[in-house]
């Protein structure tokens, strides 16, 4: 499989969606990877505790702008990755040419990744390993 272009999604991207984004774009500086959000906070920073949990391992996510999901975003996408099984469903169902390209990022593991949006700094720091442990998996794919 060869992706050049790497879509990933959450709900607001301001906390899931950056952190994958930002993990995939440290791994694979060579491709366009870029985050939104189903009912994207337009114009939001990075949550904050989203940030910190990055840069405990060394990215800088201050530079992020949400931005929420369209088609073009989809269309231009060789991969999307979501972060569970209804987000997939509803992108589907919303875009039907988003089918056979959109993976929960937790696929290899079977899991979804749960939103850490308004819960404390050790929720995001589990959210955020499961997200290192997801990307790691899709990184041997990609």
Known sequence: MHFKNILVVCVGNICRSPMAEYLLKKDHPDLNIYSAGISGMIGHAADAKAQHCMQKIGIDMSGHIAQKLN??????????????SNQQKHIEQTWPFAKGKTFRLGHWQGKNVPDPYQHDQAFFDQTSELIQSCVADWTKQI
Do not use: P, Q, T
Not at 71 to 84: G, P, T
């Open 71 to 84: 088609a073009e975003l989809i269309k231009k996408s060789d991969l999307i990755l979501v972060m569970s």
